[in-house]
């Protein structure tokens, strides 16, 4: 299990939740979650992003990559109306700071 902030992933359950709230993510969504939150202070460049989930997601590209990352916002948003997922212009995302 991962946890940052409110946050809590379930990796063997393939589950992710915000508050004890259920939030529903595709396989692509949670691998990028996974892979934020394992690296909770550091910004992930798009690319690595792109080569680490690769092996679960082999169609991602670098515009799918954006419109996953859009709709990951929204849903955790949903749930706590709060951004989790920040992204660095130019460069690829990070969690959101607490403050932010």
């Not at 991962?2 to 949670?30: I, P, R």
């Not at 792109?50 to 799918?64: A, F, K, N, V």
Request: proline letters at 3%.
């Amino acid at each position: 299990v991962l946890k940052w902030e409110k946050l809590s992933m379930d990796l063997s359950a393939h589950s992710v939740s915000v508050n004890e709230c259920g939030v529903h993510l595709t396989k692509t969504e949670f691998a990028i979650l996974k892979l934020l939150m394992k690296n909770p202070s550091q910004v992930i460049p798009k690319s690595v992003i792109l080569d680490r989930i690769s092996e679960d997601t082999p169609d991602c590209t670098d515009h799918s990559l954006k419109q996953h990352v859009s709709n990951l916002r929204k849903k955790l948003r949903k749930v706590n109306d709060r951004d989790y997922v920040e992204a660095v212009w130019g460069i690829g995302f990070k969690l959101a700071d607490m403050e932010s």
